[in-house]
């Protein structure tokens, strides 16, 4: 899917899907190096780190296994309130294991912030965070993001698994949308 098959949907794109390979190679760098003679178990957290994880995971030589977590963040529309539901749990058990969470956006940061501690509270070595794309707010809470691409402004962006009710995930770059989505 490209620009073309989304008609004026779009406002702007911010990052290409150059922007986002770049950056992906220097994350999967410093994640080899560091986690070198190490054990290493990737978290992806559904649905919008598919992108991050299918990318990510392969520029890795370092070996790898990954599991899935869906979690759902009460909140009133697109706010997260910090309180979570676990709506698919993984399915490995974490003790001594080195965990790395893949998420495609920390906004709010409540969400993770109660992920860490949860996956925390299951006896792993490690908990680490990796994430493409982070908004201003995250700054203000104690989410430590270990490997990082992009600070993007305060705006609503989809593509590269990030989605406006479920669409746009399938976007090879990430984008902000035209306001005419927004207001139907
Ligand atoms: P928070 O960090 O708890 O506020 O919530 C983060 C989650 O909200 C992300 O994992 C995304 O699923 C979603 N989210 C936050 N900002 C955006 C955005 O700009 N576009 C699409 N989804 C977003
Ligand atoms: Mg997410």
């Known amino acids: 899917m490209d620009q073309s098959d989304v008609g004026t949907d779009l406002e702007k794109i911010l990052l290409s899907e150059e922007d986002l390979g770049k950056k992906l ?43 899935w977590m869906a979690v759902s963040s009460y909140g009133s529309g697109t706010k997260s309130s910090g309180v979570v539901r676990i709506l698919k749990d993984l399915d490995s ?12 956006i920390i906004d709010s940061g409540l969400t993770l912030s109660w992920l860490v501690s949860n996956l925390r509270s299951r006896g792993p070595a490690s908990v680490e965070i990796a994430a493409m794309l ?11 993001v270990k490997y990082l691409g992009y600070d993007i402004p305060n705006e609503f962006v989809v593509g590269y698994g990030l989605d406006y009710a479920e669409n746009y995930r399938n976007l090879p770059f990430v984008a902000t949308l035209a306001p005419h989505v927004y207001s139907g």
Do not use: F, W
Request: aromatic share 2%; proline share 3%; net charge negative.
């Open 93 to 104: 058990d974490l003790s001594g294991r080195n965990v790395l969470i893949v998420e495609d």
């Open 25 to 67: 190679d220097e994350m999967a760098a410093k994640i080899d190096e560091d986690y070198a003679g190490r054990d290493l178990l990737l978290v992806g957290v559904l649905k919008g780190a598919v992108m991050v994880m299918a990318d990510l995971s392969r520029r890795l030589h370092h070996p790898i296994t990954m599991d």
């Open 134 to 144: 982070r908004k201003p707010d995250a700054a203000q809470t104690d989410v430590d």
